[in-house]
């Protein structure tokens, strides 16, 4: 039922939330994804990064993760949402109200 996707899908983020040092005693850094929609905001913790994307919108939205490697990120990154590992030279599409929680290490 979709109540109980819903309630699954809260669940899996309680759970991330938990078990993510870099989360509650990292540092946060917003970055600009030249997109106006999307909020971006950096978490960094010792050799942990997680970049939290969030899309504001009810249309896809387009970011760039070539910002990650500016950042001095790994070449790939792991949607911990998904679990499916995306190259940081490609550009991410995001679904409306989609948010995205990227790790990487430096």
């Given at each position: 039922?979709?109540?109980?996707r819903?309630?699954?899908?809260?669940?899996?983020?309680?759970?991330?939330?938990?078990?993510?040092?870099v989360?509650?005693?990292?540092?946060?850094?917003?970055?600009?994804?030249?997109?106006?929609?999307?909020?971006?905001?950096?978490?960094?913790?010792d050799?942990?990064?997680?970049?939290?994307?969030?899309?504001?919108?009810?249309?896809?939205?387009?970011?760039?993760?070539?910002?990650?490697?500016?950042?001095?990120?790994?070449?790939?990154a792991?949607?911990?949402?998904?679990?499916?590992?995306?190259q940081?030279?490609?550009?991410?599409?995001?679904?409306?109200?989609q948010?995205?929680?990227?790790?990487?290490?430096?």
């Open positions: 039922s979709p109540a109980a819903i309630y699954i899908g809260i669940q899996h983020c309680i759970q991330l939330r938990r078990s993510l040092l989360l509650y005693q990292g540092q946060a850094e917003f970055l600009n994804v030249s997109n106006d929609h999307v909020l971006a905001c950096l978490r960094h913790r050799s942990q990064r997680l970049l939290l994307l969030c899309n504001f919108t009810e249309r896809s939205q387009s970011v760039s993760l070539k910002e990650l490697k500016v950042q001095g990120c790994s070449d790939q792991q949607d911990l949402m998904t679990s499916q590992t995306l940081l030279s490609e550009d991410l599409y995001l679904a409306p109200y948010a995205c929680w990227l790790q990487t290490k430096v």
